[in-house]
């Protein structure tokens, strides 16, 4: 038996125990789901943006609050990420607020002060991706707090993992002082945060506390890490860990998956190309974009795009066009007959997102192969094609 044949099947068993794994999982919630309701999360029901993520974090973090667990969450926060400064005593006065305003009425998202800014601890919150800081931000906190303690403190910048720092809000000279001191660190979502709520429930007591965040570490797995079934997850874990060969398949799995998706992308663009065909559209390519334009229209066209780690289709334009209200009628079409979510840019006066954080969810991939993903293109079109002979919706 040759070495490759041999390594095929130890890669089919790998993966027929995975899926049977799996399975045992789904007869589980099948046969229990009514008493434990897995797939339940009361967070689902409201939308949790920057701010409720502010007020959430600055409430484990306050000792005095109702989760009755005093400073335990405060001082795993301290002890994880290094700062060990923030040192104090029963007999000092805590206190965490949330958008604490500064000498220019700007405002940081939560700080953490002893003994009215004797020390503190400052986290400014970007959740959003596009939201960009203002000139001279990060570096104003800086100094703010700089000011307030005498040098006491340190500045968490907290944001998606793919946020960068802009340099305009701090410069990286400005950036490596304050690091190299202790008094600046940038935090992510995916390999800071999420892994800390998860340790505040494990040292939590109160079940009541401890199963909201739970649902608060899920929904933030499947926000910022494509992650929807953390019980599947644990199963695969522990079966790559079982042995050396487990593991070896795993990398092997793993460096195998971009050249899936790379694949896969040129299917898309193939099922999209095959549109133009069937729809009699014309065409125009340029590396893995397709535009698709109805005969009679001038300046607008169909596509898609790769943006941030999701995917989003819609119609776009040759030049930028401000005026949302001229595209007032196709938004109401089309969010009237495709379920909603079509938004207004200026290059892209009418788009909506179809998969999000597909480096880490299989959904999208799933539906190039399947098809899905083709059909709900090729139903915006045909609603647009239908409705508007030519472009002239916008005057």
Not at 2 to 8: A, F, I, L, S, V
Not at 62 to 78: A, C
Not at 164 to 171: E, R, V
Request: proline residues 3%.
């Amino acid at each position: 038996m040759g070495k490759q044949h041999k390594q095929n099947i130890d890669i089919e068993k790998f993966y027929t125990l995975a899926h049977s794994k799996i399975d045992k999982i789904e007869q589980g919630r099948r046969r229990f789901g009514r008493k434990n309701a897995p797939w339940f999360n009361p967070i689902d029901f409201w939308w949790v943006d920057e701010n409720k993520t502010s007020q959430i974090l600055a409430f484990f973090l306050d000792p005095s609050e109702s989760h009755e667990q005093g400073d335990r969450y405060l001082k795993h926060f301290i002890k994880k990420f290094g700062l060990d400064f923030f040192t104090y005593n029963r007999r000092d006065k805590l206190e965490v607020q949330c958008n604490v305003p500064t000498d220019d009425g700007r405002r940081i998202d939560i700080v953490i002060n002893k003994n009215l800014f004797e020390l503190a601890i400052g986290i400014e919150n970007r959740i959003r991706m596009s939201t960009q800081e203002q000139q001279g931000e990060l570096e104003h906190y800086s100094k703010y707090l700089s000011n307030r303690t005498g040098d006491d403190y340190c500045l968490i910048y907290l944001t998606p993992a793919k946020k960068a720092i802009s340099p305009d809000s701090l410069s990286v000279e400005e950036r490596r002082l304050l690091a190299r001191s202790m008094k600046f660190k940038h935090l992510t979502y995916e390999e800071h945060l999420i892994d800390c709520i998860s340790e505040f429930g494990v040292i939590t007591e109160s079940v009541r506390v401890r199963s909201f965040l739970n649902d608060f570490e899920k929904t933030m797995r499947r926000r910022y890490m494509g992650e929807k079934d953390l019980e599947a997850k644990k199963a695969i874990v522990d079966l790559i860990g079982k042995s050396q060969k487990n593991l070896e398949i795993s990398f092997l799995v793993s460096s195998s998956l971009p050249e899936v998706k790379r694949k896969l992308k040129e299917r898309f663009k193939s099922q999209v190309e095959d549109l133009a065909d069937k729809l009699k559209l014309d065409i125009k390519q340029e590396s893995d974009r397709v535009w698709l334009k109805p005969k009679k229209w001038k300046n607008h066209y169909f596509s898609y795009a790769y943006d941030d780690g999701h995917i989003f289709y819609g119609m776009t334009q040759d030049k930028v066009e401000m005026n949302k209200n001229m595209f007032h009628g196709v938004l109401s079409h089309l969010n009237g007959h495709m379920k909603g979510d079509f938004q207004f840019s200026e290059w892209w006066p009418a788009h909506k997102y179809m998969y999000r954080n597909i480096d880490k969810s299989p959904d999208f991939w799933k539906a190039v192969k399947n098809g899905k993903a083709k059909e709900e293109i090729k139903k915006f079109i045909e609603l647009m094609i239908e409705e508007y002979e030519t472009d002239d919706f916008v005057g």
